[in-house]
């Protein structure tokens, strides 16, 4: 499998911006779908947003749709999270995730019984 570690996480006042980053190493990285899910406190983890291994194609969960945006970079094995227009309620820890199958869809990374790799997580927070 491959290991991830995220960065870039901290404090923001509602309506700015944050870039995650998730840097991978191991295994090919450009053969792995990637997604982002967060954990708020006492809530289960969510599935957040989705790429395919090429960066052609991307999913979001409805509540970041237009605000959040995924990409990657093959070339530097890390895959990014732009956050705009941040709201108190996307205050949480922040997962990057690899696909447990090369094969498998992007798609599928909307349940997390589809991640094979975890990062260790960061920590988000927006004030109001």
């Known amino acids: 499998q491959v290991q991830l570690v995220e960065s870039g996480g901290g404090l923001v006042q509602a309506g700015g911006s944050l870039r995650l980053s998730c840097a991978a190493s191991g295994r090919t990285f450009t053969i792995y779908n990637m997604a982002w899910f967060r954990q708020a406190p006492g809530k289960e983890r969510e599935f957040v947003t989705a790429?395919?291994?090429?960066?052609?194609?991307?999913l979001y969960a409805d509540s970041v749709k237009g605000r959040f945006t995924i990409s990657r970079d093959n070339a530097k094995n890390t895959v990014y999270l732009q956050m705009n227009s941040l709201k108190p309620e996307d205050t949480a820890v922040y997962y990057c995730?690899?696909?447990?199958?090369?094969?498998?869809?992007?798609?599928?990374?909307?349940?997390?019984?589809?991640?094979?790799?975890w990062g260790q997580g960061t920590q988000v927070t927006v004030s109001s």
């Open positions: 995730a690899a696909s447990r199958d090369p094969n498998g869809t992007y798609w599928s990374l909307r349940s997390s019984t589809a991640v094979g790799s």
């Open positions: 790429i395919s291994w090429t960066g052609g194609s991307s």
